[in-house]
Structure formats: C-alpha cells, structure tokens
C-alpha cells in the first residue's frame, strides 16, 4: 500500500517533467533583480532556429519546477520593445477667426534655416470676425522624421473635457485636417480616472494646429513628443543562407531554406564580385504550398572599386513579418556569375513574462505538442502604462546558453496510439483514483465499532 502511496505523490512531478519534455531546448534566464515583477528578453537567433510555429506558440517561459508563467510575444514594433524617447515641444498660443471660409490664421514668423520658430506673430485675416477661443500652434520643425504622437500634461487635479480639430502644416500657410475631432479627456471620479491626453500622428509634419470646436476651457502644463525611432537606429539582425540553382519557367531560380521562424522584414542578395541582376524574391511554408511574392523586381548589384564596393540596399517584403521556411530568387534579367547567398533581415521580438511560481526561470522552445496559453499580458503593459507612465518598460533579462531538452524528439508530431508517456500518466492517475476509490469502500465495510 505504501507504494502505491508514494505513485500516487509522485504524479504531480512526472507531470511537471512531461512538460519539460515537450520541448526541445531551453534558455536560463538572469535577472538583475528579483522583485521587479515583469520581466523581458529578447529573442536571439538560437531561439528562433528551435521554434517551430508560424505563430510562435511554441515558445513559452516555465519556473523551476516547470510550470508556465503567464508570458506573451511582442513585435518589435510594440511600444516596450525598446524604451520611448521624449522631447518637450514648444507651443504658442494664437487666436483663430471662427469661420472657416478662409481656413486661418496670418502668421508672422521668424525662423531659422531649419524651419525652427524663433518668434511668432499671430493677425486675423478677416477683421470682421469675432475672435474665438485661443488656439495652439506646435513646433516640430526639429524632427524631421516625424513624431509618434504627441503627449499633453494638465494640471494635477484638474477636470479636463475639451475638443479641438487637428491640422497640419509645413509652411504656416496651408493647413491640412488631420484630426476632425479628437477630445481630451482628463477625468476623476470616486477613486477612478479616465484620461485621454494624446494625439497620435504617424507622420512628419513640421507644424501642427489645434482649433478648439466649443468654448470649453483648456490648460496644460507641456507637450510632449513621442519621437518616431528611425529605421535606422532599430536593431537589425541578419541570417545568411545558401542556395541550389533551380528553374521557373526557364528563368534562372535560385531555392533557400531558412533554418528558423525568422521574422523577415527585408532581404539582401550577396554576389561573389561585380554583379547586377534584377531578381524577384518568393516564399512559402513547404512543398505543397504556392510561391507568393515578397519583393521586386529589383536590382541588386555590387561594383568593386580601389575606394571599396558599392552595394545596392535592401528589399522591403511584402506582407512582413514572413516566417516561411522557403524562399527563392528569381532572375528576371541579367545573368549571375556564380550563386547568390540571401540575407534574410529582421528585428528581434521580445517576451513579457511575470514572475510567477519558484525562480529561477527558462525560456523553452520547439515543440510539435505543446502551445503557450494565452495570457492577457498586452492589456497588462496597458495598465502599467497607465499607472506608472508612458515610460514603463519590464525589466530586461537575459538568456543564458541553450541546453537539450528532448531535442528532435519534441518536434516528432505524435502519431496514434499517442506518446506511451502519456499514457503512462493517464494510467497511473486511473489506478490512482481506484486505489482511493477501494479505500473509501474498505472503510464503508467495516462494522461500526460498539
């Protein structure tokens, strides 16, 4: 009896193993402190070469005794993939006529040869119009390669119920509607607050107007700008691959297979020595699958001279991210001199994962079986925005080196009967609940004792 005993304690931990034993590597993770309560790392190439799924489910962060933590995958894109930058916006106030025959405002400005304002005068156009409610003018001359969005600070306390149509402008003369309407809202009531204190942009403008739509007092303390990151500051990674010449159509082709679920975002051709050929770039996921267009045609060329060699830039893929495992060069004129390699260009994405359970914690990946939960980990990022700023950022870890887990055997799908270790538990906790059942009718049995 006491063997069956001691089985039965034991299910909790085959059960943990088990889940290990779904996938084929794992990370250690370091964190620089233990207390921060969210924590984030980057994935790296390695990571990528174990993963699996297109959508990246197989990917998942598991405390010490294996268990998952609630953990998800964010684009490179997302706004904690990497901190937000600042800068205060000069503003000025200027009164606007409230007809919108003329659409304006004669300004008077002083600039310098960037476009900066230095000094700004504002006169009606049309003297028979009753002057309205002031009106802000914004100065993002300096960031010529736009802004995100633009961030308000009111006054602590305050109440704040305004709407304002939004216009754009690279010469203080022609204004363009960007925003109809957009309120700001700044409200709170019984210990809650609702806040809406943006405006989001997406694009360069080098001035940008707000013309109140009632007479709804507004005040604020700042502006702030939430400055676009050009794409060449992100961080970029490469993987180079080789190919085998191939045919399409009786057109020189070229087939490479990516060794792992990279999220493709460009592509370079690298030729031995001084080429030019126009190529149109293709991929899918497997054999069965249609070829679908990613980019070009475009020429890509490499002239070697005494000063160096000059190198066309990038293709753009369409559709991307694309995680297929199959792609192929096309030669749509010119001939290659010798096989191309094919850089394939992406941005690392990261994972959000809370502490949860008993440190210290892996990041886990390659499975044919397993699927990470969903967890609500976005929203979560949102609330602690919210709360502690737009600043907010987990704490970044780091992974250590891979080690095997079940290796290629994780990546097997399983076939029927299923995996005999999964039977082995479903029996082991059948004979287990037997084992309490005859107790519980050993015990019914017994004659009371008088």
Known sequence: MKRWTLLIALLPVLAVAQVRGDYARQWSIALPESDAGAYRVDLDADVYRAITSPSLRDVNVVDAQGKP??????????????????????????????????????????????GRILSLEAQLTNGTDAPAPRAFLL????????????????????????????????????WRTMHPRLQFLDLQQSGSRLAKNDIPLGMAAKYVRLVPLGDEAFAFTGVRARIAMPASERTWAWETVQGREARDHGKVAY???????????????IAGGNA???????????????????????????????DGATTSAPASIGGAPVRDRQWRLVAESGTPSAPPALKLGYRPEVVVFLAQGTPPYALVAGSAR????????????????????EDWQPMPATLGLPTEL??????????????????????LLVVGAAIVAGFAITLLRKPPVN
């Open 69 to 114: 933590v609630s953990a998800d995958v964010f684009g490179p894109d997302a706004p904690l993939a990497s901190p937000p930058r600042f800068a205060s916006v000069p503003w000025f106030v200027v009164r606007t006529p409230r007809g919108e025959d003329d659409g304006g405002l004669a300004l008077i400005a002083r600039r310098d040869t960037t």
């Open 139 to 174: 100065d993002l001359s300096r960031w010529p390669d736009g802004v995100e969005a633009l961030v308000f600070d009111f006054p602590p306390g305050a109440d704040v119920q305004a709407a304002f149509r939004v216009e754009t402008s690279d010469d203080l003369q022609v």
């Open 255 to 269: 087939e490479f297979e990516s060794p792992g679920r990279f999220p493709v975002e460009r592509a370079d051709v």
């Open 276 to 306: 030019a050929v126009e190529w149109r770039l293709e991929s899918r996921d497997d054999d069965d699958a249609p070829w679908t267009w990613r980019a070009g045609p475009w020429v890509a060329f490499r002239v070697a001279a005494r």
């Open 370 to 389: 397993a699927v990470r939960g969903d967890a609500p980990l976005p929203r979560l990022v949102d609330a602690m925005r919210a709360s502690k700023g």
């Open 406 to 427: 079940a290796g290629k055997t994780a990546l097997e799908r399983p076939t029927t009967p299923e995996d005999w270790k999964r039977w082995l538990l479903w029996v």
